[in-house]
T-cell receptor, first 111, second 114 residues
């Protein structure tokens, strides 16, 4: 039973434009949400997170928005760069340890 | 400093054989996690260690899977009598403490069962 869903398997964006990656979840008890970035043949690397008590967190070009009533979060990358091309995983945390991951969205930023 | 390392990076085995996958966490990290990613799927939680004990084994898919951690450091994930559906990338992560959302992942072991 997939509790974290990323319904778009892929996304293509032009360099300089905004990339918006979406994620939905079903368990209202999740208390932390994270985005991880993964390059081929490497493990996922932590990108940005947000606590369930907040609705926005920003770090440089990356901003995560959380809409608890809709059980939806999104990652905005502005401006997108070719080096941002990777698979992005949304994850949600319950009780402080196990991460529930979505299936990932493959982002391609074209020059 | 050194990150999480895993070995082997790739393993091809015949159905029915046993395999051992190794994880070396970041030095000093007390929490260690195993996940797996099957083709087209997200990362699936398998087991979590706090020190040498495993408070949560709920994600292990069957009794053919087991894991141990010794000295609060290295962990091995053992799969007995491998099946084709065990083919996946097995990822290990560590974090400085329990209740930390910062999990640092290794590069994974790609297991192929033929």
């Amino acid at each position: 039973d997939q509790q974290v869903k990323q319904n778009s398997p892929s996304l293509s964006v032009q360099e300089g434009r905004i990339s918006i990656l979406n994620c939905d979840y079903t368990n209202s008890m999740f208390d932390y949400f994270l985005w991880y970035k993964k390059y081929p043949a490497e493990g996922p690397t932590f990108l940005i997170s947000i606590s369930s008590i907040k609705d926005k967190n920003e770090d440089g070009r990356f901003t995560v928005f959380l809409n608890k009533s809709a059980k939806h979060l999104s990652l905005h990358i502005v401006p997108s760069q070719p080096g941002d091309s990777a698979v992005y995983f949304c994850a949600a945390q319950l009780y402080g340890y196990a991460l529930n991951f979505g299936k990932g969205t493959s982002l391609l930023v074209t020059p | 400093g050194a990150g999480v390392s895993q070995s082997p990076s790739n393993k091809v085995t015949e159905k029915g054989k046993d395999v051992e996958l190794r994880c070396d966490p970041i030095s000093g990290h007390t929490a260690l996690y195993w996940y797996r990613q099957s083709l087209g799927q997200g990362l699936e939680f398998l087991i979590y260690f706090q020190g040498n004990s495993a408070p949560d084994k709920s994600g292990l898919p069957s009794d053919r899977f087991s894991a141990e951690r010794t000295g609060g450091s290295v962990s091995t994930l053992t799969i007995q009598r491998t099946q084709q559906e065990d083919s996946a990338v097995y990822l290990c992560a560590s974090s400085p403490r329990t209740n930390s959302y910062e999990q640092y992942f290794g590069p994974g072991t790609r297991l192929t069962v033929t």
